[in-house]
């Protein structure tokens, strides 16, 4: 694979979209709650995109993965129950989600290894993400990654598990 990860164009807002279509039914498949409100939708995804925080996984030209990093910038984490590692800058990675023709690739834990990459090079030294606690694949690779449970957040209704790695 000719992996890139680059900040998302609006053309490219209906193959993101497709991709998170397919992890809504997967998420439904294995029995989750999460997305399965109407969140995320293709708004959302233009709304990442304008704002500069929509970021698409290559393999050479073909779009394989999407996520939104922002900086700073998560109202639903100053109401942590729970602690944080750390109270300064952080990143935030949101709507994770992996092409269904490119599953089982380790790709979704890349995606977290170039989030860390962009924040060290933005200066920011934690990364805090949060998932609904019925989806297993995330709460996994955050283990895989050492990620530290932290507490939960209230997201549209509903308690979700918080984690935050700390970078060098």
Not at 43 to 49: G, H, N, Q, R
Not at 54 to 60: A, E, I, M, P, R
Not at 64 to 81: K, M, Q
Not at 95 to 101: F, G, H, K, P, Y
Request: charged residues 25%; proline residues 2%; negative net charge.
């Amino acid at each position: 694979m000719n992996l890139n990860f680059r900040k998302a164009v609006l053309q490219e807002s209906d193959s993101i979209w497709a991709i998170l279509s397919q992890a809504i039914v997967r998420r439904k498949q294995d029995g989750s709650q999460q997305w399965q409100d109407g969140y995320p939708n293709l708004e959302v995804v233009k709304k990442d995109i304008e704002k500069g925080s929509g970021y698409v996984l290559t393999d050479n030209d073909i779009i394989i993965g999407y996520a939104s990093i922002v900086f700073n910038d998560e109202p639903a984490y100053d109401e942590l129950v729970g602690t944080w590692l750390t109270n300064g800058d952080f990143a935030v990675l949101h709507r994770l989600a992996i092409s269904e023709d490119y599953l089982g690739k380790g790709l979704a834990k890349k995606i977290l290894l170039y989030t860390e990459e962009l924040a060290l090079q933005n200066n920011i030294f934690s990364i805090k993400v949060d998932t609904n606690f019925d989806n297993i694949p995330m709460l996994k690779i955050f283990e895989k990654l050492d990620y530290v449970y932290c507490g939960e957040v209230e997201f549209r209704g509903g308690k979700r598990k918080a984690f935050e790695k700390k970078l060098s």
